[in-house]
């Protein structure tokens, strides 16, 4: 038991500090703001910004699709 518990352990750990997404090399943001998390989907991808917004890419393109600002009220 002690030797199947260290091995999902051992699984666990590995699975976390693998790869992360696929960034892209560069993607401008605008000034002063910086990249507090990343998600990417079919085609898309997306940036939450220090400055309470989500920035949508285009894949392919890298061209900003869409901004949304985040409320907070």
């Known amino acids: ?3 199947g ?3 999902v ?5 590995t ?4 790869q992360g997404p696929d960034v892209p ?12 998390a990343f998600t990417k989907g ?3 991808y997306a940036v939450v910004t220090d ?7 285009d894949a392919l393109t890298g061209q900003l699709k869409q ?3 985040i409320s907070t009220d």
């Open 1 to 3: 038991m002690i030797g």
């Open 67 to 69: 901004t949304i600002t």
């Open 25 to 36: 090399e560069s993607i401008t943001l605008p000034d002063g703001q910086s990249a507090t």
């Open 42 to 44: 079919d085609g898309w």
């Open 51 to 57: 400055g309470q917004q989500i920035l949508i890419f």
């Open 15 to 18: 699975r976390f500090y693998g």
């Open 9 to 13: 352990v051992g699984l666990l750990v």
């Open 5 to 7: 518990l260290l091995l």
